[in-house]
């Protein structure tokens, strides 16, 4: 079983750069606070893309497959219903 979910865990990754499909990331614009760390951009370090912003304990999007089609079908993301189908295969085949 666990071979299944360590398959199931790297597809559910959403860490992939859109650009250039590379999983090696870096923070950058780090902000603290008392010594916390707690403001910083997830950036592809290939091609310096943004992929994501984490402040305060929370993403600025879901870091997983299935949050971020939940996060789009639970209104999040304003789009026709067409549109958020092809965006959910996107996803799923991505």
Known sequence: ???FKNLFYKW???EKCPKCKSTKTITTNTYYEEHWQVEYDIVCENCN???NHFAYGYLDEPN???E???W???GYYLDS???KI???LHILFY
């Open 12 to 14: 559910n990754n959403l």
């Open 72 to 74: 789009l079908w639970d």
């Open 68 to 70: 971020y089609i939940k």
């Open 86 to 88: 092809k965006r959910n």
């Open 81 to 83: 219903i067409l549109g």
């Open 64 to 66: 997983t497959k299935l």
């Open 1 to 3: 079983m666990s071979k």
């Open 49 to 51: 893309s943004k992929i």
